[in-house]
C-alpha cells in the first residue's frame, strides 16, 4: 500500500510531521493558514507539490469555519479581499517552489471569477474557494500516477538495460508521497517500474544536510516493500562507476522545485552534482515534476532565487539516542538529541537547492509525456501546455532527435 501523508476531509487537514520521520509517525493538524506557513517554513511539510496542496487546503479548513461561524455576516467583497491576504501570506512561507506560487494564482483567478459572476455571495465565494482546494488535492495524485507511467515506460524504451529487462534508478532527495498528494513524482516512477515488475533495485541518496532521503525516501521504500539502498552523497560517483553495469542501472530521476522555460532546473542541493555524473558515466538523467513546476515567465535558471538556510543545518544533526551494540542497534525515542557535527567557528554556506542547466538533462517527465530536447538541442516547453489546443503529444517525438550516445 502506497504511503498516505495527507489527510483531508471538509473541515480537516492533518499532515505527517516529516520531521519526525522515520522514527515516529505523527500526523500534525493543521488547523488554519498560520499553522500551514509554519510547518511549511520549517519544513514538517516539504516538496514542492504538497506545499502547494496543503498551503490551499489549510485555506479551505479556515474558510469553512469562517463560513460555519460568520460568513454570512461578511461581504462578498469581504470575503475576496480575506482570500487574497491569505494566499499572499501562503506564498512567501516558501517562495522558491514554483508549485505553490501557481497553485495561488489559480486560486485567486478562480475566486475572481466567481466574485464577477451573478448573485455571489460570501458563501458562494468560499464554497467555490474550497472545492476548488479539493480538486488540486484529488488532480495532484492522478497527475503523480501518470508522471509515474510515462517516466518508466522512457526508460523501458529509451535505455539499452530497460529494453533488455529489468533496470536499476538513482535517486535523490525525497519526491514521494511524503513530498506530494500522494504516488509522487520521481519516486512515482520508481514505483511504477516496481509495479511493472521492471524495477531491479532502487538507490536513494541522503540528502545532506536535512537527511530527506536517508530518512523519508528511504522511509518510503521500505514502506512499500521496494528493494532499495542508501548511499551518501559522496558516494554517487562511485556507485555509478563500480555498480552501474552490474547493477543496470539506467538512470538518475529527480524532482524539481522550478523548472524554467529553457528547461534549467531548480532542485534539492547535490542534484547539479548528479546530473554531471550522470553524463561521465552515461545514465540517463530525467526530471519527473508536473506543468506546475515549470515556469514559462522564468526564461533560464539564472533567474531563479536560490534560498538560503541556517547555518546550524549543517552544524548540527538531531535524532533519537542509538544504543546497543555494533550489530544491533535500536533508538530510545524517548530521548530526542541534538548534537554538533562542525567544528564551532567554522562558516557555513548553506544553499537549499541548485540549478542544472538544461543541456545535462535528457528528458523532463510530467504528467501528459516526456518532454525531449529539439534538433537544436532545447526543450520547447511551452508544447505541453498546447495540448489541448493542437490535441498533440508532449512526449518530444514531433521535435526530437536521436541521442548521439546510446548510455545505458
Request: hydrophobic share 40%; aromatic share 4%.
Amino acid at each position: 500500500m502506497v504511503l498516505q501523508a495527507i489527510k483531508y476531509t471538509r473541515g480537516s487537514l492533518q499532515t505527517l510531521d516529516q520531521l519526525q520521520l522515520p522514527h515516529r509517525e505523527v500526523f500534525e493538524d493543521i488547523r488554519d493558514t498560520r499553522d500551514a506557513w509554519d510547518a511549511i517554513k520549517q519544513m514538517r511539510v516539504r516538496g514542492a507539490p504538497a506545499i502547494a496542496i496543503i498551503a490551499a487546503l489549510s485555506l479551505a479548513v479556515e474558510l469553512q469555519k469562517v463560513l460555519d461561524t460568520h460568513g454570512q455576516a461578511m461581504s462578498a467583497g469581504e470575503m475576496v479581499s480575506l482570500i487574497g491576504e491569505k494566499l499572499d501570506y501562503l506564498v512567501m512561507s516558501r517562495p522558491t517552489a514554483v508549485n505553490l506560487s501557481d497553485a495561488v494564482r489559480k486560486l485567486r483567478k478562480i475566486v475572481g471569477d466567481a466574485h464577477s459572476g451573478p448573485d455571489c455571495s460570501s458563501s458562494s465565494i468560499g464554497e467555490t474557494y474550497i472545492a476548488a482546494a479539493e480538486r488540486m488535492l484529488v488532480d495532484d495524485v492522478r497527475d503523480n500516477e501518470n508522471i509515474g507511467r510515462h517516466g518508466a515506460d522512457w526508460i523501458l524504451k529509451n535505455t539499452l538495460w530497460g529494453r533488455e529487462g529489468k533496470v536499476s534508478v538513482l535517486t535523490h532527495c525525497n519526491t514521494g508521497s511524503l513530498a506530494t498528494a500522494g504516488y509522487g513524482t520521481a519516486l512515482g516512477v520508481i514505483r511504477a517500474l516496481h509495479s511493472r515488475s521492471s524495477l531491479h533495485h532502487a538507490y536513494c541518496c541522503e540528502t545532506r544536510p536535512y537527511n530527506q532521503g536517508g530518512r523519508l525516501t528511504a522511509y518510503e521504500l521500505v514502506h512499500d516493500k521496494i528493494p532499495g539502498t542508501l548511499i551518501t552523497d559522496s558516494m554517487a560517483g562511485a556507485l555509478l562507476r563500480t555498480e552501474g553495469q552490474a547493477n543496470r542501472i539506467a538512470a538518475v530521476v529527480v524532482g524539481a522545485d522550478r523548472v524554467a522555460a529553457n528547461g534549467d532546473t531548480a532542485n534539492k542541493i547535490g542534484t547539479y552534482a548528479l546530473a554531471i555524473l550522470a553524463r561521465h558515466h552515461g545514465v540517463k538523467f530525467l526530471v519527473a515534476a508536473p506543468r506546475t513546476t515549470v515556469d514559462m515567465l522564468t526564461l533560464s535558471g539564472d533567474e531563479i532565487a536560490i534560498e538560503e538556510r541556517p547555518a546550524i543545518e549543517v552544524a548540527e544533526m538531531t535524532g533519537p539516542r542509538a544504543q546497543g551494540s555494533t550489530k544491533h542497534r535500536t533508538v530510545d525515542l524517548d530521548h530526542i538529541e541534538t548534537i554538533r557535527v562542525a567544528a564551532p567557528g567554522i562558516e557555513i554556506w548553506n544553499p537549499a537547492f541548485d540549478v542544472t542547466p538544461a543541456y545535462l538533462i535528457d528528458g523532463i517527465v510530467t504528467e501528459v509525456g516526456v518532454v525531449g530536447k529539439g534538433v537544436d538541442g532545447r526543450f520547447y516547453l511551452s508544447d505541453i501546455f498546447d495540448l489541448e489546443v493542437r490535441g498533440g503529444r508532449a512526449d518530444g517525438r514531433r521535435k526530437e532527435t536521436p541521442s548521439p550516445s546510446e548510455g545505458p
